[in-house]
């Protein structure tokens, strides 16, 4: 596979992933909605991460300021916390003794703000791919 071909493949989760969060939130499954938008993100910033490395493979790791800071990306203070909440959901989401608590947190209005932060992050980094 040529290193376009990795970054289509991460793009093409990722779309696949912002579909899947969408439905969730439409179905009122917040909870994953937003456990689906981090891996969104996820997945578009290790596209990102292909682009700017050499290497074909990003690191196997979740944490998305980590991989924003290494597909050289330099999120802005705003960022970074925003990134630092949305690593939360996929702990949260994950884990039993999270996992009610979060649920119970998601609500509508908490879900859907966070989803058109995580849309807005998305389609910035799909510019800079």
């Known amino acids: 596979m040529t290193k376009q071909d990795h970054i ?17 939130f439409q179905n009122a499954r917040f909870n994953w909605s937003l456990f689906i938008g981090h891996l ?11 682009k700017n490395n050499s290497e074909n493979y990003p ?3 979740h ?10 990306y ?13 690593n939360k959901f996929n702990i949260e989401a994950r884990y039993p003794d999270y996992k009610e608590e979060f649920r119970k947190r998601c609500t509508k209005d908490f879900a859907q ?3 058109r932060q ?3 992050f998305y389609q910035c980094i799909l510019k800079k791919i």
Do not use: C, H, M
């Open 40 to 50: 969104t993100l996820e997945k578009v910033l290790k596209a990102l991460w292909i």
């Open 118 to 120: 995580i849309e807005e």
């Open 63 to 72: 944490n998305l300021l980590r991989l924003a800071e290494g597909g050289k």
């Open 8 to 24: 289509r493949y991460w793009l093409n989760e990722a779309a696949d992933d912002w579909e899947s969060a969408q439905v969730n």
């Open 113 to 115: 703000s966070y989803l």
């Open 74 to 86: 330099e999120p802005t203070e705003r960022e970074k916390l925003f990134l630092d909440a949305v």
């Open 59 to 61: 690191p196997r790791l």
